[in-house]
């Protein structure tokens, strides 16, 4: 756990980029208070899992919707994560950040259901930040009708791509592409060493470059 900085420190005006300093305490605080809500489940205190089911199932459905490329199937998994993490109450113990926990639970449902062959696809929308930029070709304030379809054509092969990509890569790419997920956090989901998980990322990004350089 981070320290926190002497009283006279804290309390004066940090000069930093786009208030970085501001950002660490929230987040720190922010942490704190998963494991304080967890620690209060344990004790029977249902209300405080209800907090944390507000807090967290928007980005866990978002993760295994990205990997299993289905709402409902997702929603399901979503269903069964925090299930299982009002189960394990019991043992719970903050010795690593309760969102490591939760995203290894969700990653594990998600690549069972997936090597079980449940895929059904139904393509939807990629959020535009996978795109890398290489949607700003087409970034006119008044898209044409053509360039709307070049835009269309573009998310889809980045989405087939990313759905192409083998199981682990993907959820490497999902984590750290959309949660900005650190990488030693990634290596207790994945069950890997943190250089297994650059590796990992290393090969999915060379992929995809490789895969949609007609697009550059």
Not at 49 to 54: G, I, K, M, N, W
Not at 125 to 137: A, H, N, V
Request: hydrophobic share 40%; glycine share 4%; charged share 30%.
């Amino acid at each position: 756990m981070r320290e926190n900085p002497p009283q006279d420190l804290a309390t004066q005006p940090q000069p930093s980029a786009n208030g970085g300093v501001r950002k660490d305490m929230e987040a720190v605080a922010a942490l704190e208070r998963d494991a304080e809500l967890m620690l209060r489940v344990r004790e029977g205190d249902d209300t405080s899992f209800a907090l944390l089911l507000e807090r967290h199932r928007g980005p866990v459905v978002h993760f295994l919707y990205r990997m299993v490329q289905n709402q409902p199937v997702s929603e399901e998994l979503a269903q069964e994560v925090f299930l299982r993490v009002y189960r394990s109450r019991a043992t719970y113990e903050p010795t690593a950040k309760f969102t490591t926990w939760l995203f290894r639970i969700a990653t594990h449902l998600a690549l069972n259901w997936i090597r079980d062959g449940k895929k059904e696809r139904r393509q939807e929308s990629l959020d535009e930040d996978l795109l890398d930029g290489m949607d700003r070709q087409v970034a006119d304030r008044q898209k044409t009708i053509e360039q709307e379809m070049v835009y269309e054509v573009k998310l889809r092969e980045v989405r087939q791509a990313i759905q192409a990509l083998p199981e682990k890569q993907r959820a490497a790419v999902l984590m750290h592409k959309y949660q900005d997920v650190e990488y030693s956090q990634i290596a207790r989901t994945l069950g890997c060493s943190e250089s297994a998980v650059k590796s990992l990322l290393f090969r999915a990004y060379e992929s995809l470059r490789a895969r949609l350089a007609h697009m550059a």
